[in-house]
């Protein structure tokens, strides 16, 4: 049947094939006629639509037919033709949503990596019937479960950008999948989601639309949410929130620009407000001279003229007086200038209208709270006759006069003398073992939740992810360049969250294939090789990109010594990078890590054609000379291997003790190795548990650095701590649960030259 429809050469061929033949097919003949007419491009709707009025081949019948069809669409728009005919009416569409919404993340991900996933979504064209259709789509398969469907999760927040006509279609559109959004982060759904990830996204996209400028759906999406949900958001968030959004004083005048473009919410004056207590409270404790920095910008490009600007038309709120007398009466604590130029932009606004008629006391009333409350603080202010006539005529409007108490009382900003340098920030310390947090596994991810773990417990490491300064941006449009965006924002998560547990979403969908969209185990030693490969391709400089090499990389060269040779001289080879050392097993029955790393760079006598003496001959040995080793080494005990007689991967179950402390000294006696720098450490290491490379788990053991001891297992969500000794610990791991990598700290913190 599919090779019938496909002979036809036109639209109107093909469509009459599929009437005439809509009836008495087999499942093979049903699934080949969909999987042809997804191939078709815009031709391919046409016949979609037409399949779906006939129910061509019943196809929600069979849901296992189903899923086989689904995996064949090639567009969002084919999808929402199966959309707009799925609906309550068929009996256990719930799994048809979910088939619908895999395939959706599938095609996402490839949109995203081609880089065209704007166009693919309609959510750049002028057509609102098109965008309306893609986020009807976006609502219909997220309403409940986003557990199967993360990847929209994160582009449902774009709409908000895109639909900006004032129309009640678009308001009725926006409003709907806000309420989507807050279903899913108020745990209403079906799925067992973690709503710390969920409203750490919502809240993030939030600030991101802001700092883009996106106004009408931004509104509409914080009409709908409660102030103390707000405030929770913010505060208990605090840190993370600073460190990757309100950094500097140019990024959070435009972000707090955005939040009021639209309109003076109440709502966005709340967050406001709250930032503004954030950095004051900082600026308290940590004599940070950045947040008071960032204070007095805000105040004199936004507080002046967004808001005491715009005083006389303003609805004033408590929340709006109580944001102006932070600012007005904190200021003039510590720098006058703004605050005369205050007052006097103050009464200049209110003296415009001070003689209208229309002026009602819902409109006098809250003007001469304001100005009760900046008098209650300067007193000397009716010294000056423009606000003493000023104050005098609200206060005779006022019918009632309104005690100041209504308002937060204000008083002047108090701190100590700031310091002129910065003090290192709290998510810099060595965190406490009770306060770590564990990753959600997202299907098979605990080789990617183990090396995250591994990776954030290498200190020298997370400071540097912490410290890096990366630019707001709504939308990646490729995973490599959000990677370290990714990676900033779940370490700030981990170090900042203290219940609960995070999420790694948007960081599996920045990584390379097939880890970005697949639920496939992967094996952790070639996932770390790849991962820090790209994090090194895409670091942003070169004096970063130097910090990872000596971190993470060491440097090597091949040898090649021929005895066939009259003379023989060593050839070298060029100095290569490379990621960790490979430990092979061998036939001895003492085993230990030293010989094992003795063993990978011994030579390897082999059979080659010598560039000297032209001869092919066996005489040749080939190795690896160090060069050097980076300060953080991981070794991979490569416990995998085929056997031929099964023609399956069977694993290595041989104990190897663990060497807790490792002097390349004894391994390379010859080099005359610096003792201060060859020394490593071992304070992280992932175990397999399982008895083949088929199936298993991977768990992050680490130490905990200032508490020699004390080891934390991150095995998942889940956070055990032990009290072992390093002795009691290797006896504690019982056969199944083999160190698989192992991960090494430089006492010195340096790499390790090797003097050849």
């Given at each position: 049947m599919d090779k019938i429809i496909a002979s036809a050469t036109s639209v109107q061929e093909k469509l009459k094939a599929l009437e005439q033949s809509c009836k008495g097919l087999n499942q093979q003949e049903i699934e080949g006629v969909y999987k042809h007419i997804h191939t078709l491009g815009e031709d391919s709707l046409v016949l979609l639509n037409q399949a779906q009025k006939i129910n061509f081949g019943n196809i929600f019948s069979d849901l296992q037919l189903f899923k086989r069809v689904r995996e064949s669409i090639r567009e969002l728009d084919q999808i929402c033709i199966y959309l707009n005919y799925l609906n309550d009416r068929i009996q256990g569409y719930r799994g048809f949503l979910k088939e619908l919404g895999f395939q959706s993340e599938k095609l996402i991900m490839e949109f995203r990596q081609r880089g065209n996933i704007l166009q693919k979504l309609h959510l750049d064209t002028q057509d609102l019937s098109i965008q309306r259709q893609m986020i009807?789509?976006?609502i219909k398969l997220c309403p409940k479960d986003l557990s199967f469907n993360p990847e929209l999760f994160q582009l449902m927040l774009i709409p908000f950008k895109c639909l900006q006509q004032q129309n009640r279609q678009d308001i009725e559109l926006l409003d709907s999948l806000a309420s989507v959004l807050l279903s899913q982060c108020d745990g209403k759904g079906e799925a067992d989601q973690n709503q710390v990830h969920d409203w750490m996204c919502l809240i993030s996209g939030i600030v991101q639309h802001a700092y883009e400028g996106n106004t009408l759906g931004l509104n509409i999406l914080l009409s709908k949410i409660k102030q103390d949900y707000l405030s929770d958001l913010l505060i208990s968030n605090k840190n993370y929130m600073l460190d990757n959004y309100f950094k500097n004083s140019q990024d959070t005048i435009k972000i707090f620009q955005g939040l009021t473009s639209h309109s003076i919410s109440q709502e966005a004056i709340f967050i406001i407000k709250t930032v503004s207590q954030m950095f004051y409270d900082i600026l308290k404790d940590q004599n940070d001279e950045q947040y008071l920095h960032i204070l007095r910008e805000v105040y004199q490009e936004f507080i002046l003229t967004k808001i005491l600007e715009n005083l006389q038309m303003l609805?004033?709120?408590?929340?709006?007086?109580?944001l102006l007398l932070f600012y007005i009466i904190g200021m003039s604590s510590i720098d006058q200038e703004p605050f005369k130029r205050s007052i006097k932009l103050m009464v200049s606004r209110l003296t415009l209208n001070a003689s209208l008629k229309f002026n009602t006391t819902d409109y006098i009333t809250p003007r001469f709270q304001f100005l009760q409350m900046i008098n209650y603080n300067y007193k000397q202010l009716n010294q000056i006759e423009d606000f003493h006539k000023i104050y005098k005529y609200f206060e005779e409007k006022s019918q009632e006069k309104y005690k100041y108490t209504q308002i937060n009382k204000c008083?002047?900003?108090?701190?100590?003398?700031?310091?002129?340098?910065?003090?290192?920030?709290s998510s810099l310390q060595q965190r406490d073992s009770k306060d770590f947090v564990g990753l959600e596994n997202l299907t098979n991810t605990c080789f990617m939740n183990s090396i995250l773990q591994s990776l954030y417990m290498t200190e020298s490491f997370r400071k540097f992810v912490l410290q890096m300064q990366i630019p707001n941006s709504i939308l990646q449009l490729t995973p490599q360049t959000s990677l370290w965006n990714c990676l900033k924002k779940l370490f700030t998560q981990l170090t900042y969250q203290n219940y609960g547990y995070c999420s790694p979403y948007e960081l599996k969908r920045s990584l390379r294939q097939p880890y970005c969209n697949t639920n496939d185990q992967q094996d952790v030693g070639e996932f770390v090789h790849h991962f820090l490969e790209d994090l090194f391709e895409v670091t942003p400089n070169e004096a970063f990109k130097t910090t990872i090499g000596n971190l993470f990389f060491g440097y090597q060269r091949q040898i090649i010594k021929c005895y066939n040779c009259v003379k023989p001289q060593p050839n070298y080879g060029y100095k290569e990078k490379f990621l960790g050392i490979d430990l092979h097993f061998n036939k001895q029955n003492n085993i230990d890590i030293i010989s094992m790393i003795k063993k990978a760079y011994e030579e390897e006598q082999i059979e080659f054609t010598c560039e000297r003496c032209r001869q092919k001959t066996n005489k040749i040995y080939k190795s690896q000379q160090l060069l050097q080793l980076p300060s953080v080494l991981f070794m991979t005990l490569h416990r995998f291997t085929y056997d031929?007689?099964?023609?399956?991967?069977?694993?290595?179950?041989?104990?190897?003790?663990?060497?807790?402390?490792?002097?390349?000294?004894?391994?390379?006696?010859?080099?005359?190795?610096n003792s201060q720098d060859s020394v490593y450490n071992l304070y992280a290491f992932i175990v397999h548990l399982g008895k083949n490379s088929s199936s298993g788990h991977y768990i992050c053991y680490a130490r905990q650095l200032n508490k020699s001891d004390t080891w934390i297992a991150f095995d998942d969500t889940m956070i055990s701590v032990f009290q072992l000794s390093s002795k009691q610990l290797d006896e504690e791991l019982i056969v199944e649960e083999s160190p698989y990598l192992l991960f090494y700290q430089n006492l010195s913190g340096q790499p390790l030259i090797f003097n050849n």
């Open positions: 009807g789509l976006i609805q004033l709120t408590y929340e709006i007086i109580d008083y002047p900003w108090e701190f100590p003398t700031v310091k002129s340098q910065i003090t290192p920030k031929q007689n099964s023609q399956t991967m069977t694993k290595i179950l041989t104990k190897v003790p663990f060497q807790f402390q490792i002097d390349f000294r004894e391994a390379f006696p010859s080099n005359h190795l």
